[in-house]
């Protein structure tokens, strides 16, 4: 067997951004395909994630400070060198455990471990120079420029804050962008098939795990200490599923019943799917769509895991279900394809993959997926569409549309479904859930009806 390479973190981390930036590849992949294929011990481990998805959320922000510490356009710097001044700078400006001194030191160690040795005291004095400068910064005036001053301060595209300066207004736009930058609380869903969650949250305690009750679902749990919950036993046995709070919320408001025939329109992984299966007490027909086999594999997976034995998986696009099974379902779960904006706290890679065209295009899918759900579901049945994103055009405008071209579907009051303080944000379409108010992943959430007769 081939032995790993032993490397720190700040090596590990370089390797990921770098594939990051060269392959187009996704944060999280590339960082662990890094950590598996390299000998690290976990102190380091944590720290290259911790610098990695720092460097990722920061990234323009970083990339503003070398600038402005060094005197060179990003452009002119060599890749490999610019990559190791994301680290350093985010060591130095973000993060507060690591000194200073230490700082300097370890990203001029990592210079010299490359083939670009020679420019070390090219790295050196920028990061010295970062060390003099770090409280004299000129940051963009907020007053006179408050589009600048939001994207370069908190690191998102300019584009995306001005969406939403005109959206929210400066105060909102300054929170919703900051709540970005914090890493998001991790929860899990107790899998009532098997145990409660008295139980389980017991059985966590046992194993090292601290976790609390959830507020917004009852069978929802916060964690606040954990390690790897895959190698757990209730995890492997499956009484408890990793899943947001605001995911968990969707498949309370569609409020599936036993013996119900159930589409969950984009299913895979399965979280979603496995919750009505659950809320269903495992009675009645679920059938889970997805247009990509290996990722239905995965919902399979979930089922067996969880002892769920109500679902058919099958390859189909949501958009052509109209043509195969027209008002064959009591309730419809479509959580589509969006931009992803509600869950950057999750994927900061985001922001920088997203272009505004994109979300147009998304809508665009979006209403045809929602007009042929509409069509097979059965006269008084229920249809609940959600996105994790907040955008007008994927949400409101969306369920809009529909409620234009098709007269026998209405909106319906979600608000019993809700935490009671969220219920006043409910509105004729649907609810957003925004990270800086309601402190869970940004989500919309809109539940439907169609008419028993025309």
């Known amino acids: 067997m081939t032995r790993k390479r032993k490397i720190d973190a700040r090596e590990a981390s370089l390797l990921a951004l770098q594939r990051v930036e060269a392959d187009d590849a ?41 600038e402005k510490v060094s005197g060179r356009p990003i452009k002119k710097l060599d890749k490999p060198i610019h990559q190791i001044l994301r680290i ?32 070390a005291p090219f790295v050196n004095g920028v990061m010295r120079g970062a060390l003099r400068k770090k409280e004299h910064l000129p940051w963009p005036d907020k007053k006179k420029d408050s589009a600048n001053y939001l994207s370069v301060r908190y690191s998102h595209p300019l584009w995306l804050v001005r969406r939403w300066l005109n959206r929210y207004g400066p105060e909102e736009t300054e929170k919703l962008v900051a709540a970005n930058n914090q890493a998001a609380p991790l929860s899990i869903r107790v899998n009532t098939l098997r145990t ?31 390690g790897r919950l895959t190698e757990l036993a209730p995890y492997r046995e499956g009484r408890f599923q990793v899943q947001g709070e605001s995911a968990m919320l969707t498949s309370r408001v569609l409020d599936p019943q ?86 950057i706290r999750r994927k900061p890679d985001l922001k920088w993959r997203r272009s505004e065209d994109d979300i147009r295009k998304l809508a665009h899918v979006q209403c045809n997926m929602l007009q042929a759900a509409a069509a097979v579901l059965k006269p008084g049945g229920t249809l609940v569409y959600s996105t994790c994103t907040n955008e007008p055009e994927e949400t409101d405008e969306v369920v809009e549309e529909l409620l234009k071209n098709r007269d026998d579907m209405v909106p319906d009051d979600l608000r019993p479904y809700l935490p009671q303080e969220w219920q006043q944000d409910a509105g004729k379409s649907g609810i957003h859930l925004l990270p800086h108010i309601h402190g869970v992943d940004g989500f919309f959430i809109s539940r439907l009806k169609k008419h028993k007769s025309r």
């Open 26 to 66: 996704y944060v999280n992949l590339a960082l662990d395909e890094v950590l598996s294929s390299h000998s690290l011990d976990p102190r380091d481990k944590r720290l290259a994630a911790e610098i990695t998805y720092g460097v990722i959320t920061y990234k323009l922000t970083l990339d503003w400070l070398i």
């Open 88 to 119: 350093g700078f985010y060591q130095l400006f973000y993060l507060d455990r690591v000194p200073p001194a230490a700082a300097v030191h370890a990203t001029v160690e990592l210079v010299k471990k490359g083939k670009k040795r020679g420019l």
């Open 196 to 226: 409660d969650r008295d139980t389980l949250l017991s059985e966590l305690t046992a194993a090292g795990v601290e976790a609390v009750p959830s507020s917004v679902v009852p069978e929802g749990a916060l964690l606040t200490r954990s």
């Open 258 to 343: 036993a013996g119900d025939a159930v589409l969950d329109g984009c299913s895979a992984p399965g979280g979603k799917t496995t919750h009505l299966a659950q809320l269903m007490n495992n009675s009645g027909d679920i059938l889970a769509l997805d247009i990509h086999p290996h990722r239905l594999e995965l919902v399979k997976a979930n089922c067996r895991r969880m002892g769920v034995d109500i679902v058919r998986t099958q390859c189909l696009d949501a958009r052509e279900i109209a043509n195969e099974k027209p008002g064959s379902f009591d309730c419809i779960l479509l959580d589509v394809p969006c931009s992803g904006f509600g869950v």
